[in-house]
């Protein structure tokens, strides 16, 4: 199922590949700096078993994670390392050139919002070339703002760092996690910061780098906000259609487990 441990001869033909796309970057004093990655390559694992489960004729691969990316936001964070957009967009554009030769499609995995740009400028480019690519977000369509199921969800006001992605990494590297240092940051909704983001990096509104309130979270919403997630991209990967910027969208039964 892993791209990477084979030799060549081992990577069947024309498979779909997910490529899981994270950062290096800061996520608050209670996360480790690759927090988007390991999310990112879980979520493209559990989507490759899940498709693989539904089809086992068609054969799926996870690449190697891109981990660094666009993190221009996070600078003046110790441990933040960063490409830039511009270069990322690039990177993107190459990789998929270079794999042109044996892979059927593409499917980029995407756990940093700072991404978003080069996800978009490329897969549209990439389109225009006519290779079979799109890309997703690892984001669960039923989340919202407030309390849930699982508690204070992904919506505006857990964007970094907060509930969800502490949840999650309690559920998968719980040993990485330091809830001693986990803070309450800005709980202000993401629209209302992003001007002063855009301005002066995530440190200019929220000092610790927190956007949201870990405090509450834990392993058992993390696993579930993780099968919600690797449900619902499944079914985009099989049945979703691709928009102008190359996202999969469509209609996703909320909560679909794995």
């Given at each position: 199922m892993t791209l990477a441990g084979r030799s060549w001869t081992g990577v069947p033909r024309s498979p779909l590949v997910l490529v899981p796309v994270g950062s290096c970057e800061q996520h608050g004093p209670h996360l480790p700096l690759t927090t988007d990655t390991t999310i990112a390559v879980a979520v493209a694992d559990g989507v490759a078993e899940r498709l693989l489960r539904d089809n086992p004729a068609a054969p799926v691969l996870v690449?190697?994670?891109?981990?660094?990316?666009?993190?221009?936001?996070?600078?003046?964070?110790?441990?933040?390392?960063?490409?830039?957009?511009?270069?990322?967009?690039?990177?993107?554009?190459?990789?998929?050139?270079?794999?042109?030769?044996w892979c059927g499609r593409v499917v980029f995995v995407n756990g940093h919002g700072g991404n978003l740009r080069s996800l978009a400028e490329a897969v549209t480019q990439?389109?225009?070339?006519?290779?079979?690519?799109?890309?997703?977000?690892?984001?669960?369509?039923s989340g919202g703002e407030g309390e849930g199921a699982d508690g204070p969800t992904d919506g505006p006001a857990d964007a970094h760092a907060g509930f969800t992605e502490t949840s999650l990494m309690l559920h998968l590297a719980p040993r990485a996690v330091d809830m001693d240092r986990a803070v309450v940051g800005n709980t202000a909704p993401l629209a209302e910061?992003?001007?002063?983001?855009?301005?002066?990096?995530?440190?200019?509104?929220?000092?610790?780098?927190?956007?949201?309130?870990?405090?509450?979270?834990?392993?058992?919403?993390?696993?579930?906000?993780?099968?919600?997630?690797?449900?619902?991209?499944?079914?985009?990967?099989?049945?979703g259609t691709a928009d102008a910027h190359g996202r999969l969208r469509g209609a996703v039964t909320a909560g679909s487990a794995p």
């Amino acid at each position: 199922m892993t791209l990477a441990g084979r030799s060549w001869t081992g990577v069947p033909r024309s498979p779909l590949v997910l490529v899981p796309v994270g950062s290096c970057e800061q996520h608050g004093p209670h996360l480790p700096l690759t927090t988007d990655t390991t999310i990112a390559v879980a979520v493209a694992d559990g989507v490759a078993e899940r498709l693989l489960r539904d089809n086992p004729a068609a054969p799926v691969l996870v690449a190697p994670p891109i981990t660094h990316t666009a993190s221009g936001e996070h600078q003046g964070f110790p441990g933040t390392m960063s490409i830039g957009a511009p270069v990322l967009r690039l990177v993107l554009v190459e990789l998929v050139r270079s794999m042109a030769g044996w892979c059927g499609r593409v499917v980029f995995v995407n756990g940093h919002g700072g991404n978003l740009r080069s996800l978009a400028e490329a897969v549209t480019q990439l389109r225009e070339e006519r290779h079979d690519v799109a890309w997703v977000p690892c984001e669960p369509s039923s989340g919202g703002e407030g309390e849930g199921a699982d508690g204070p969800t992904d919506g505006p006001a857990d964007a970094h760092a907060g509930f969800t992605e502490t949840s999650l990494m309690l559920h998968l590297a719980p040993r990485a996690v330091d809830m001693d240092r986990a803070v309450v940051g800005n709980t202000a909704p993401l629209a209302e910061l992003l001007p002063a983001i855009v301005a002066g990096g995530v440190a200019a509104v929220a000092p610790s780098g927190v956007l949201g309130d870990p405090t509450a979270a834990n392993a058992p919403a993390g696993e579930r906000i993780l099968h919600r997630m690797i449900g619902e991209i499944s079914q985009l990967i099989e049945g979703g259609t691709a928009d102008a910027h190359g996202r999969l969208r469509g209609a996703v039964t909320a909560g679909s487990a794995p």
